[in-house]
């Protein structure tokens, strides 16, 4: 019907008589292209809860732990006081990543749900802003049950020290041990008066973690620029593939 009130030459008053419908109904569907009903309420969704900064925590650390929904939400609860489980349930079909693909799922057996070790990872993630680039480094642990984060403008000696003093403020566990990449380890110093002082010394994030008596360790990767946050799993996947063509082990002549 819609289909041929567009083709149609009669005029509108007369399709909808013979329609038995609205003429505003006819003119409608010969305003439009196709015969396809438009999509349902706003054009771009934008959460009235959660900010643009907590949007790309919850998809960094999805993206990172793959878990499901409800063991997201409970660990992301204590960073995000106003999260609730559905709104935690359409940021993540707003980004399409509310299915976690086959391929990329952990074993039940490799998470533990009921205890944490002292022992955190620190991930430095970059996103693409309207106003620029922004840097968010995130601290989970090993069973990915504890979540740090915060935000920052640059990746810099200053932001990797507050981050640190922050985090063993906040944790609720004794923190015996943190490994990060190194563009955390040798974060550049913006500051040329700090620069100085620290010039032929540890690096200010060794410096921080020693003064707490926290073991700084550094993870053995290729790659040491901060990971970039696209949508979808596409970039999970990519990584994964690139990872598994580094650790295959070559071809015997």
Not at 1 to 13: D, I, L, V, Y
Not at 43 to 58: C, F, G, Q
Not at 151 to 156: F, S
Not at 176 to 183: D, G
Request: glycine share 6%; with cysteine; aromatic share 8%.
């Amino acid at each position: 019907m819609r289909r041929k009130f567009q083709r149609s030459e009669a005029s509108t008053a007369v399709l909808a008589r013979e329609a038995g419908v609205n003429p505003k109904t006819v003119a409608k569907w010969r305003r439009r292209n196709g015969a396809a009903e438009l999509a349902k309420g706003p054009k771009r969704p934008v959460s009235s809860v959660l900010s643009a900064d907590d949007e790309a925590l919850i998809v960094a650390f999805r993206k990172l732990s793959k878990l499901p929904l409800d063991a997201c939400w409970t660990r992301l609860r204590p960073m995000i006081p106003s999260l609730s489980r559905s709104g935690l349930h359409r940021c993540l079909k707003r980004w399409r990543i509310s299915r976690v693909p086959a391929g990329l799922r952990p074993k039940p057996s490799a998470i533990d749900f009921e205890n944490e070790s002292g022992h955190f990872d620190l991930e430095p993630y970059r996103f693409a802003t309207p106003g620029g680039e922004r840097y968010l480094l995130m601290a989970t642990g090993l069973q990915r049950k504890v979540v740090f984060a915060k935000w920052a403008a640059t990746l810099d000696a200053g932001f990797v020290a507050t981050f640190v003093d922050a985090f063993a403020r906040w944790a609720p566990l004794p923190i015996q041990s943190i490994m990060a990449p190194a563009s955390v380890f040798f974060a550049p110093t913006a500051d040329p008066d700090m620069a100085a002082k620290v010039a032929g010394k540890p690096s200010v994030f060794v410096s921080e973690c020693r003064r707490r008596r926290i073991a700084p360790l550094p993870r053995p990767t290729q790659n040491c620029a901060p990971e970039r946050i696209v949508v979808g799993w596409s970039d999970v996947v990519a990584a994964q593939r690139q990872a598994r063509l580094q650790t295959r082990s070559p071809r015997r002549g």
